[in-house]
């Protein structure tokens, strides 16, 4: 079975920097692809970064040129290098995986607390 854990989380200053990560034990699909989601206080779960099996990223408007999402070689390892930061960015992030044979079985970690204190 597949189990995310995220780390990195913590209380930050505006204008500073954070760097999340998420391990992926278990039976993963490597052709698949990772993603970084965020949940701010009273908001809904949003997409925050994507990268694909060939290293192809997405990345929400509020977080471009700041954020970066990458993963290591065994792809058992998801990262998301967070700059400049501001009030808006404080959320639960949780990483996701998309298994399976057709890339459909949805893995979800349990979160990680980001706080940005201005």
């Known amino acids: 079975q597949v189990q995310l854990l995220e780390s990195g989380g913590g209380s930050v200053q505006a204008g500073g920097s954070r760097k999340l990560s998420c391990t992926i034990s278990g039976n993963i699909f490597r052709d698949c692809s990772m993603s970084w989601f965020r949940q701010a206080p009273g908001k809904g779960r949003e997409l925050v970064a994507r990268i694909s099996s060939h290293s192809s990223t997405i990345y929400a408007e509020s977080v471009k040129g700041r954020f970066t999402i990458s993963q290591a070689s065994d792809k058992r390892t998801l990262y998301l290098t967070m700059n400049n930061l501001k009030s808006e960015d404080t959320a639960v992030y949780y990483c996701?995986?998309?298994?399976?044979?057709?890339?459909?079985?949805?893995?979800w970690g349990q979160g990680t607390q980001v706080t940005v204190s201005s």
């Open positions: 996701r995986h998309n298994g399976g044979p057709r890339c459909g079985q949805i893995y």
